[in-house]
């Protein structure tokens, strides 16, 4: 019985979570684009109206998806994905230029972003591959499979020159290293994104002195010791004083703490490494080494930022990594994007009672930055919803694909997770000032047909897969 | 279970960790900072100065002086404008391309989204012509201010003029934003707190591109503006437009009061300007010519000349030395062509003894070396210092010295020395002597009064011994008149004393006696006066004269400065009779067309004018 009512089978928890954000967003969308003149909420000339339609029509696709059977994805994955990669080949040549980047289909009213849906196709073509039988990540050929898989889209969507989309696509890592991927890869790939952006975000003493911090917790957690942390912070005191006493002796009076913390802790950290090898410790070289790796890369980095880049290169790449300066300049939009949500205080200012995303100050307000609204009108206790909505769901979508028996439904289970974790990460995260402004929506929230219908899609077909998760699927 | 199945714990570790940093950010922001709170509001409110009108100014009898006529500021709001064609709307504007140009960066420099003004006070006929153009310029609007506007084209240092505020009035005077504007001389500085008015505040709340959205709390927070408060001044406007044409094409001053009240009916210093040249955008052009003018126009030489005042001083001794008891009326000194001690000589041109009135009729500077010595060597004294300083407390009781006008703040005091300063510039320690001071007897050496204080002090002659504060504004519209203008002030001369300084004043216009200026006199009119040469060591002396009318019951009192006119009779007598006639008649008298005339006619600026009189010594 219960294994043959898919609708008795479905995960209700999502359904819920998913009806709660996207009954949020349009409320959102509505006191964003509110207008007295207009309030008819069904009023298709309006956002609101539009939206309100695109809803329904999404939850008609929802139930489309349940319908289908489960076997109908296994078996056309590939199929999927080669539709796909050809519309963003199509797309190309016929797209639409919006923005700088030609990335819709316009046909009549509607438009349509296949970069959008090619990470379904993504999705289920990673997951096919990665449940054929016997495959292991462990082989060279196979590892150069799956990369070709994710980054062909990729590509395409790099020459529509739109690559916010693109980014997305790393975050298929995160179920390739559920599926055996090497950690060392997660870890350094992670590492270096967040040693690049710190250390052109933060200043450099911080960037230092947190990153030696970091090195000495990391040693401690291998060693289990403090005595010897406390050595290597005694050596770095040493050395560091005829560094200080130069700076005081040979200085006009200020105190440059960088110049002294950069060449103390470098040399500090060589000796260590030295002696490390030597005396065959094990763990510590590795991280030694991974330090003066690390500030060499900061160095350069800097260096490279400030001497090779043009002033206007370095506002665009600091327009990226969201870093605030003038406020009418690069960091506009994140300053007035954090003015709106500071302003909000604790409980909000009330629905419809927004300024500053109402009257446009903050760009965008429907769409990318709709969080905004969000932030102003409902407050800290309205963001925390939000933010605890979408972290249940993840947590939930986890628990979901770690349940499955079949390895596909898992994979794509994953895919769905991380796709809708890039998403929430980056779009909240560039409203608040802690990721780079990239140009993707928040899934469920944002105003717009395109971004909802996939992203319902995408949550239904692992719905779907999940309500079969006791049949055999391959 | 497969053997990567720990790995979840990882990835939900990700999850969660992100979710964490957010509700920190999020706290932080929303909780934590107020900073977000305070720009939010500063976003969005726009604050929409209602500016109120300046008060209007009228003359004595209630004509209308000063107005207000409306002038519209070119406005832009960077963010808005698109590509327009800047040669023709400079052509349109009458304003040179660059400095456009230069305006534009500025407001561009300020803030993108913030309107700012980039030209000024246009014209109502040229803003009529450009509003049905404006279309083609987007993110350009006008704003409506207020210019001052002139009926008669007299009193221009009266009045003064209006300016931008300057920023260290910004600085200290909260009530000023920049590009708001103040009075900067004249009445319009003085009663800068009256005219002004209140500005009226309204508060909305406006989108990025300051397109208004609504009211601020219902307008609970809005003021309106309150009118400024019209001022009624002293002026008789026809006299003062009399007085200036008089004084075309000379250099020099004219005060006029009115005795009984201490009312400034009239002050001129010549050469003046147009009121309007110092309006809005014509000052910004004529301002610097005026400044590098060397007859010095934008200078109030009624208020600010500080000439030695001749002559017309002699009153001053006669008066202290009647009331010290050092004279008589019949107390008769001989002139003898000058006063002669010793190697000392003080000249004149008499060969005869004068009494009091006398001695004035015919100016003799013997009389008072005389007189003035008897002051200085008062036997009731210990000594000539003493008696220095006793004749000097006499005369800053007669409004010298000091600040004599109420609100005429450009005034300057004169100068009357104390011992002090004779201590250290003459005596140097040795004992004081009569001799070295005697000059002051004929009202020359150290001392200097200015016009309005001569004036002043032909009131006190008028009123026997009082005057009021000499004042320009008679009345404000809410009902203020501050006290100090009701306020008398008494010299420290009996009133008795004055009745044969005014014999000696009648007779100054009196052909039968004759008098120094009896040229001057006008029939039927009684008036009382004294001549005067003030000297000039850069050129030709000033001719000077002070005067008021009738003897009895006198209606104005009136100082006259000609500067190079010589002597007393010549120029500023005639003048001050003139006035004085127009004054009390409303006209002059066929018999004396020919004075009017005659100085009409008269230029001292321009040597190779055929009225010029060339002088030499
Ligand atoms: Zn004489």
Redesign the pocket.
Known sequence: MRRNNTFLNLDWIVIVLYLFMVLAGWLNIYSAVYNEEHNNIFDLSQRYGKQLMWIGFALMLALFVIVVDSKFYVTFSYLFYALFILLLIIVLFFGKEVNGSKSWFVIGNFAFQPAEFAKYGTALAISKLLSTYNFSLKIRQNQLIAALIILLPVALIILQNDTGSALVYLIFIIPLFREGMSGLILFFGVYFTILFIGSLVMSPVAFIVVLLLLSLLVAFYFLKRWLPIGKVVLLLLAISMPFAIYQILAGDGSFDLYFVLIRSSFLTALLLLFRTIVKRIQHMPLITAVFLVSIVFSVSVDFAFNRFLEPHQQDRINHLLGIESDPLGAGYNVNQSKIAIGSGGFLGKGFLKGTQTKYDFVPEQSTDFIFCTVGEEWGFVGSLLVVAAFVWLLIRLVQLAERQRSKYSRVFGYSVAAILFFHFAINIGMTIGVAPVIGIPLPFFSYGGSSLWFFTILLFTFLRLDASRLEQLH | MDSYSKRKNMILLIFIVVGIVFVIKLFTLQVISSAYKKTATKNVLREVVDYPSRGLIYDRNGQLMVYNQAAYDLMATPREISVFDTLELCRLLDVPIENFRIEIQKAQKYSRFKPSIVVKQISPERYALMQEKMYKYPGFFFQTRTLRSYTYSNAAHVLGYVGEVNQSLIDNEPYYKSGDYVGITGIEKAYESELRGVKGFRFFLVDVHNRVKGSYENGQLDTMSIKGNDLVTTLDVELQGYAELLMQNKAGSIVAIEPASGEILALVSAPGYLPDDLVGRKRIENYPKMAADSLLPLYNRALRAQYPPGSTFKMVHALIALQEGVITPYTSFT?N??YHVGSFSQK???NQA?QLTGSIA?S????YSYTFRRILENPALSGVRQGYERWREYVVSLGFSSQVSFDLDEELKGFIPNSDYYEEHVFRKSRWRALPLISLAIGQGEVETTPIQMANYAAILANRGWYYKPHVVKSISNGNVHPEIREIHRSKIDPVHFEEIMDGMEYVLDPNYPGTASSARIPGIVVCGKTGTAENPHGADHSTFIAFAPRENPKIAIAVYVENGRWGNLYAAPIATLIIEKYLNGEIQPSRKYVEDNMLKTNLLYPELPNYIRYSK
């Open positions: 002139c062509h000058g004149c041109h008499h004068f015919q003799c500077n013997a009389y």
